[in-house]
């Protein structure tokens, strides 16, 4: 508005972009982008000629960028009937501009220069590039904040920490002063379920998520492993689950190993 400007938006740039997904998403919601070789979803964004998202929209990545382009035109003159213009990449062929016709959107497709190789400012398509990359950054450490905040609840939720509580050993008392604080017994219990469920070593435990780094977690497992702390958690769930009448007694595994007899023994 200090440039003179009306506040309802005119123009538009368009875009999308395809991000794998993690391996607990429901298959129903993601698809394979054939063009980009990306298992995952599709999220496309129109934004107003200084970056803020006007619509937004997320698929499959299968959904091709023209059917994504005219969903995101449909949604923002819809909010914005102001809007009157909109620039896209080469994804966007006729099946996008024809619909943004009829909606009263001149939809142009601005092409790259060919005879310029690497990277430079391409017209309008920059402003959305950006956007993306604000975006992209931000979700990545919303999710490294959701993972650090909830994964000791999750690998250690309260029943079982509940258990646990009743079987550890007390923490040695530390001289007045001494040493750095103590990390939990519950997040290095989250840290070795970790280590045991996804087959990561010791040295790759990210500490980022869980406090304890690797070798305390690992320090801690051999002194629970010494105090027999597994096999008595061991017992203790099983007869919690005996009591609730949810063991299944009707099969059962057997096996055998064979040891080195030390010298001289019998």
């Given at each position: 508005?200090?440039?003179?400007?009306?506040?309802?938006?005119?123009?538009?740039?368009?875009?999308t972009?395809?991000?794998?997904?993690?391996?607990?998403?429901p298959?129903?919601?993601?698809?394979?982008?054939?063009?980009?070789?990306?298992?995952?979803?599709?999220?496309?964004?129109?934004?107003?000629?200084?970056?803020?998202?006007?619509?937004?929209?997320?698929?499959?990545?299968?959904?091709?960028?023209?059917?994504?382009?005219?969903?995101?035109?449909?949604?923002?003159k819809?909010t914005?009937?102001?809007?009157t213009?909109?620039?896209?990449?080469?994804?966007?062929?006729?099946?996008?501009?024809e619909?943004?016709?009829?909606?009263?959107?001149?939809?142009?497709v601005?092409?790259?220069?060919?005879?310029v190789?690497?990277?430079?400012?391409v017209?309008?398509?920059?402003?959305?590039?950006?956007?993306?990359?604000?975006l992209?950054?931000?979700?990545?450490w919303?999710g490294?904040l959701?993972?650090?905040?909830?994964?000791?609840?999750?690998?250690?939720?309260?029943?079982?920490?509940?258990?646990?509580?009743?079987?550890?050993?007390?923490?040695?008392?530390?001289?007045q002063?001494?040493g750095?604080?103590?990390?939990?017994d519950r997040?290095?219990?989250a840290?070795?379920?970790?280590?045991?469920?996804?087959?990561?070593?010791?040295?790759?435990?990210?500490?980022?998520?869980?406090?304890?780094?690797?070798?305390?977690?690992?320090?801690?497992f051999?002194?629970?492993?010494?105090?027999?702390?597994?096999?008595?958690?061991?017992r203790?769930?099983l007869?919690?689950?005996?009591?609730?009448?949810e063991?299944?007694?009707?099969?059962?595994a057997?096996?055998?190993?064979?040891?080195?007899?030390?010298?001289?023994?019998?």
């Amino acid at each position: 508005m200090k440039e003179g400007r009306k506040p309802e938006p005119t123009g538009s740039v368009i875009d999308t972009q395809s991000v794998k997904t993690s391996t607990n998403v429901p298959l129903t919601s993601q698809g394979t982008d054939a063009a980009k070789k990306i298992v995952g979803r599709k999220r496309g964004i129109l934004i107003d000629t200084i970056g803020l998202i006007l619509a937004v929209t997320v698929t499959a990545a299968s959904l091709s960028e023209n059917s994504v382009g005219i969903r995101l035109l449909d949604q923002a003159k819809k909010t914005y009937p102001t809007i009157t213009k909109s620039w896209g990449d080469t994804g966007f062929k006729n099946a996008v501009i024809e619909p943004g016709a009829r909606l009263g959107i001149d939809v142009e497709v601005v092409n790259r220069n060919p005879g310029v190789h690497g990277f430079y400012v391409v017209k309008r398509r920059w402003v959305v590039e950006r956007s993306q990359g604000w975006l992209r950054d931000h979700l990545i450490w919303f999710g490294r904040l959701w993972g650090v905040t909830g994964i000791v609840e999750r690998l250690v939720p309260d029943e079982l920490w509940e258990l646990f509580q009743r079987v550890v050993p007390e923490a040695p008392a530390r001289p007045q002063g001494g040493g750095r604080r103590r990390h939990g017994d519950r997040e290095v219990l989250a840290a070795i379920v970790f280590v045991a469920t996804s087959g990561c070593t010791w040295q790759q435990l990210p500490a980022a998520s869980f406090g304890p780094s690797g070798p305390t977690a690992h320090r801690r497992f051999t002194q629970w492993s010494k105090a027999r702390v597994w096999a008595r958690l061991h017992r203790l769930v099983l007869d919690e689950l005996g009591s609730r009448g949810e063991l299944d007694w009707s099969r059962c595994a057997i096996d055998s190993v064979n040891m080195r007899a030390l010298k001289k023994g019998t």
